[in-house]
């Protein structure tokens, strides 16, 4: 059962350390609303790292986003706390490898790969943290600028979301695009959770994975030595008092 555990967490943690991985590089973080849009020619989506825009013509452009001084707090958290999440969800899986009862090393004892999946499910653990708190600032600050851009009045005006300008009011209309989630948000949120899970399917197959210690052995020849002690004794002493006799 703890083997079948100790699998089963490796597993999740691996996909989703890829999960993570695969959404920190995607580009559609936030994605530009539709909603009332009859035609649109432009089409826009935001990511950690470089903002795109895709024209009606299907020709897709991409601007990096260059410096880190340039954005918000916030934004730079979020990066921040994606990379961690890589970092040790890339390690965990690593190390979750050789803890593994199926892979032999040497004459690696079994207290020895325990303790390396219980390093294992920690590091799991904290990697989900991380990633499900980055994707959930990001996601806060898509739910801040969608509710201020549609309490705008309709007049001219100028708005800012996450660091960047997201667009600006003209000619007595409410211009600035709203920002919803992205694919990007829900790769990231179900990646920390399968890291989440496979940590505590690794915590829990420590328990199992732990040598038992015995001391049935030590105790047997204990009991044994108290009890034949005074038979011992006792047939001595008769002997000698017999010799005593004829003496």
Known sequence: MSTALQTGGFVLGLLGSAAVIVATGMNNWSAKDRQGDVVTSVYSYKGLWQNCETETSGFTECRPL?????????????????????????????????????????????????KMTLTVGVMFIIAGICAIAGASIYANQIVASFMTTQNMPIYGGMGQGMGMGMGMGMG???????????????????????????????????????????????????????????????????????NQKYV
């Open 66 to 114: 260059y410096g880190i001084l340039g954005f918000s707090g916030s934004f730079q958290a979020v990066r921040a706390l994606m990379i961690v999440g890589i970092v040790l969800g890339v390690i965990g899986a690593m190390i979750g490898i050789f803890s593994l009862k199926c892979f032999k090393i040497g004459n690696m004892e079994d207290s020895s790969k325990a």
């Open 172 to 242: 007595g209309e409410n211009m600035m695009p709203r920002y919803t989630f992205g694919p990007a948000l829900f790769v990231a949120w179900i990646g920390a959770a399968l890291l989440v899970l496979g940590g505590v399917l690794k915590c829990v197959a420590f328990r199992g994975l732990q040598p038992e210690k015995s001391t049935y052995t030590g105790v047997a020849y204990k009991a044994a030595q108290a009890q034949n002690r005074p038979v011992y004794d006792e047939h001595q002493s008769e002997g000698k008092r017999e």
